[in-house]
């Protein structure tokens, strides 16, 4: 479960990011962006990152405040799972990202596919809609929803994209170091459970 700390940070920041996008009395807007001013500081008294980066990170939100949703494609081959190394942390991931405006759920699980392991795919079904904050994840400002798209291949191989620097498929007792900021053993795990009943419901939480 998420930390209360970072919980009343985002509860916050929320506020007064919804509350810049309608204020229009000035005092009203110094007070949200003292709001937002104190988010930053409790993010960055508990965590690694520094204000000025948190900072910009809040700043480049606008609007009424809405979480965010990160979108993962679920490939299997031969009862192993395909994972991509992700340069940024040199750890192992499901393809996938940040949803894209113009693109459909199902648009972005084959991009993401495509573009960080070479493979070209088709959206199947939907498997899981997960809140980030009920998952072991490291801590971060953002409400995050993820998604869980099972995919088949249909054609190219095995590339290195941009982000990735390796793509292997995995099976679940053979599992690589985790990057668990975008998905944890237990998640993939759960992926499984799809591989063998593959009927099974969606799963919300």
């Given at each position: ?26 005092y009203d807007i110094e ?12 993010l960055a008294n508990y ?159």
């Open positions: 479960m998420e930390q209360k700390w970072l919980s009343w940070a985002k509860e916050i920041q929320s506020i007064a990011q919804t509350g810049l996008a309608y204020a229009k009395d000035v007070r949200y962006q003292a709001l937002r001013e104190l988010s930053v500081d409790i965590s690694f990152e520094s204000k000025e980066k948190i900072r910009l990170a809040f700043a480049g939100d606008e609007g009424y405040c809405t979480p965010k949703v990160d979108i993962r494609g679920v490939v299997f081959r031969e009862g192993h799972i395909l994972l991509v190394r992700e340069k940024l942390d040199g750890k192992w991931a499901l393809p996938g990202g940040w949803a894209d405006i113009g693109l459909s759920p199902s648009e972005v699980a084959v991009k993401e596919i495509r573009e960080e392991s070479g493979f070209e795919t088709q959206a199947v079904r939907l498997l899981a809609v997960l809140d980030k904050k009920f998952h072991n994840h490291p801590p971060e400002p953002y409400h995050i929803y993820k998604l869980f798209i099972l995919c088949r291949i249909v054609g190219g191989e095995a590339v290195e994209g941009v982000e990735t620097s390796g793509v292997s498929f995995f099976a679940l007792d053979k599992l690589p170091e985790l990057s668990e900021e975008r998905n944890t053993k237990e998640q993939l795990n759960t992926m499984f459970q799809f591989l063998r009943d593959p009927n099974a419901p969606v799963i919300l939480d």
